[in-house]
């Protein structure tokens, strides 16, 4: 079993959608989680992290974190035609204090006009 | 203020040639990483430098090598290039939580 897991899509939405954007984790202790977007042919840059449960606000993007399910989701409101992109999870290994992530394997989205 | 830069952008590499790909940042971060990234794989740490002078491997280290001249600068290189690393390669620093990544460098092997 990968210790992050992400469905790959791709997902695509009409502008204005609400999008929902779902990671599995394995292990328990894993306590902060990140999103990351990717536009094509680009590096990945850091959207938004949290610590521990609950949720986290940052405009149209909310992150949530349900450690009881080991689940993490980004939601994404009035998406638009500029939030398509791939959308990766990661999580800070526990063993390690280097600050290595795992990544999940993304999640391509496109928000249709 | 650049962040991460990495060269080169595009590589086309014969089996068995070697390269170096480079990565610099200029935000005094003492992490330093290398990723690759594959269709359907997600990105996979390669080798990391938690400070200067330090290196360790990742979860995919074999037929690379890597060095970290001083605190910007971390190299990767490809001894005898295989078609099986051919991929795009990501330079990473940190400071934690997040991560600055660099544009990438896509390399073909032929």
């Known amino acids: 079993q990968k210790e992050v897991e992400q469905d790959p899509g791709p997902l695509s939405v009409p502008e204005g959608a609400i999008v929902s954007l779902n990671c599995t984790y394995s292990?328990?202790?894993?306590?902060?989680f990140m999103w990351y977007r990717q536009y094509s042919r680009k590096g990945p840059e850091l959207l938004m992290y949290?610590?521990?449960?609950g949720n986290k606000e940052d405009g149209r993007f909310t992150a949530q974190v349900d450690k009881s399910s080991k689940y993490i989701s980004l939601f994404i409101r009035d998406s638009q035609p500029s939030d398509s992109a791939t959308y990766l999870c990661?999580?800070?290994?526990?063993?390690?204090?280097?600050?290595?992530?795992?990544f999940g394997q993304g999640t391509t989205l496109q928000v249709k006009p | 203020n650049a962040g991460v830069t990495q060269t080169p952008k595009f590589q086309v590499l014969k089996t068995g040639q070697s390269m170096t790909l480079q990565c610099a940042q200029d935000?005094?971060?003492?992490?330093m990483y290398w990723y690759r990234q594959d269709p359907g794989m997600g990105l996979r740490l390669i080798y990391y430098?938690?400070?200067?002078?330090?290196?360790d491997k990742g979860e995919v280290p074999n037929g690379y090598n890597v060095s970290r001249l001083n605190k910007r600068e971390f190299s990767l290189r490809l001894e005898s290039a295989a078609p099986s690393q051919t991929s795009v390669y990501f330079c990473?620093?940190?400071?934690?939580?997040?991560?600055?990544f660099g544009p990438g460098t896509r390399l073909t092997v032929l």
């Open positions: 990661a999580i800070p290994g526990v063993s390690s204090n280097t600050g290595k992530l795992i």
């Open positions: 292990n328990s202790a894993f306590q902060y």
């Open positions: 935000m005094n971060h003492n992490s």
């Open positions: 990473a620093s940190s400071d934690v939580p997040g991560k600055g």
């Open positions: 949290t610590y521990s449960s």
């Open positions: 430098s938690a400070s200067e002078g330090t290196t």
